[in-house]
């Protein structure tokens, strides 16, 4: 601001610390002086003729910037105070409109600029601006599958949030044995040691990659993008007993699985239900049990048992599936084979029938 032709002494003091002008404490001397602080408040501009003792004219000046940028989604609340963004400035969405706010520092009404007059703050999706004052709702609809940071501007202060508009996928994967739906090894004395029944595995993907690290999906970062399999731990015993007791059984994170491969697309919120799921069947496995009938014959009858129903990789992967609203084929079966004079019927969810109908 323009005081006068003659040189003035300037002080300029915060209000909030009771301004008390000397002869020592001044901040510039002239006929002018332009304004510039970096810390937001308000500011008294006192110009005097001379020292302490002089009467001067005095002015307010209130230097605003953004203090925090905020959003809403799926019950949480998103808050930056930064103008570089990370994962807890971050939130995803796929149809959901997110709606921002930015609060000024001091509190109070945003400054206006312009001709017509406007007012801060100034809302820009990257580098594109997008809005003037007021909030601003950020659509996804039709936008790419990407990261858009969402800017609140007042001068030179920036706060900001990125927005991972994303694409989500259930992915099943299932390996059945070559000879059918189950094979039985034993050894020369007649002791099984080894059994086949195939296996299935799910993941539950999204892109950006990023948007793993990021509200809603934050809980669950361990198990996105990666396939996770349930095993017994202990195949002989499942496949003598039918049952595998916990704590025996785990969730494998990651998994590795071969054969056939199919992906559905599926919503973020529904993503997020699998992500559930699967995070609790990894925190409490529970018993594995192999199907619900099973019978090897060879002469004498080596295996007989009966289950309630099967608990096994198959049929918890098609819970997964069930709880991102995807419906899998059938994966209950009934098979029988002979092979090496041994006689085997079994019944229950299994990858071979998944197999055959995925």
Not at 116 to 121: A, K, N, R
Not at 229 to 257: E, K
């Amino acid at each position: 601001m323009t005081i006068s032709k003659f040189p003035f002494v300037i002080y300029l003091f915060q209000v909030s610390i009771n301004p008390s002008p000397t002869t020592t404490n001044y901040v510039s001397t002239g006929a002018s002086y332009s304004f510039s602080f970096g810390t937001a408040g308000e500011y008294q501009v006192t110009a005097a003729r001379n020292g302490a003792r002089a009467k001067g004219a005095t002015a307010t000046v209130k230097n605003v910037e953004v203090e925090k940028i905020e959003t809403t989604a799926y019950s949480t609340t998103i808050t930056s105070e930064t103008a570089s963004p990370g994962d807890d400035e971050s939130v995803c969405t796929d149809s959901v409109s997110l709606t921002f706010t930015a609060t000024p520092k001091p509190s109070g009404a945003w400054p206006v600029h312009g001709n017509p007059e406007v007012s801060y703050p100034e809302w820009y999706v990257g580098d594109l601006k997008v809005k003037d004052g007021g909030s601003y709702t950020f659509d996804p609809t039709g936008k790419a599958t990407a990261t858009y940071t969402v800017k609140a501007k007042c001068g030179t202060s920036v706060k900001a949030i990125n927005v991972h508009v994303v694409d989500c996928h259930f992915t099943i994967g299932v390996r059945t044995p070559a000879s059918g739906a189950i094979e039985l090894t034993y050894n020369a004395y007649g002791v099984l040691t080894g059994v086949d029944v195939g296996h299935t595995a799910w993941q539950l993907h999204v892109t950006p990659t990023a948007a793993i690290n990021a509200v809603p999906l934050k809980p669950y970062t361990s198990l996105l993008r990666k396939y996770v399999g349930f095993y017994s731990n202990s195949g002989v015993t499942a496949a003598l007993t039918g049952i595998v007791a916990a704590p025996t059984p785990t969730l494998h994170v990651p998994d590795t699985i071969s054969g056939k491969l199919k992906s559905y697309d599926i919503s973020l919120a529904n993503l997020i239900a699998g992500a559930a799921y699967t995070k609790s069947l990894n925190t409490t496995p529970g018993d594995y049990r192999l199907g619900t009938y099973l019978t090897a014959v060879k002469v004498i009858t080596l295996i007989s048992w009966t289950q309630p129903s099967t608990r096994n990789c198959t049929s918890t992967a098609v819970d997964a599936g069930s709880a991102c609203s995807v419906t899998l084929p059938a994966a209950y079966g009934i098979w029988r084979g002979v092979f090496a004079s041994l006689t085997v019927d079994y019944r229950g969810d299994m990858p071979y029938e998944l197999y055959k109908n995925l």
